[in-house]
Nanobody, 123 residues
Framework: VQLQASGGGLGQAGGSLTLSCAAS????????VAWFRQAPGKEREFVAG????????LYGDSVKDRFTISRDRAKDTVYLKMNSLKPEDTAVYYC?????????????????WGQGTLVTVSS
């Protein structure tokens, strides 16, 4: 399974960006998918996760009420809509496919990882 993350780039504080994560085949359709991020010099951080059917979502405390995760199972694509961006949102964002149908904030739960897309937020 290959995951292709896209949509990163330069954003402004207070602005919005939307990331996409496309799977190479339909392995992800019955599995949870999550976004993690890693800023320079910092540990990887859970951002958001979504269950196999989109019925349940999880968010990290630092992005709650600002970011929204969603998925289109027909397209094998998961999205991360990021609103009210802050400079501290600057990081490489990774999408990952879980070992089961329910999302978790634990990185160990995720089997397949994408290559990452860089998000830079200017103040």
């Amino acid at each position: 399974v290959q995951l292709q993350a896209s949509g990163g780039g330069l954003g402004q504080a207070g602005g919005s960006l939307t990331l996409s994560c496309a799977a190479s085949r339909r392995t992800s359709s019955n599995n949870a998918v999550a976004w993690f991020r890693q800023a320079p010099g910092k540990e990887r951080e859970f951002v958001a996760g979504i269950s196999w059917n989109g019925g349940n979502t999880l968010y990290g405390d630092s992005v709650k009420d600002r970011f929204t995760i969603s998925r289109d199972r027909a397209k094998d694509t998961v999205y991360l809509k990021m609103n009210s961006l802050k400079p501290e949102d600057t990081a490489v964002y990774y999408c990952a496919v879980g070992r089961g149908s329910i999302a978790s904030s634990a990185a160990e739960w995720y089997r397949y990882w994408g290559q990452g897309t860089l998000v830079t937020v200017s103040s």
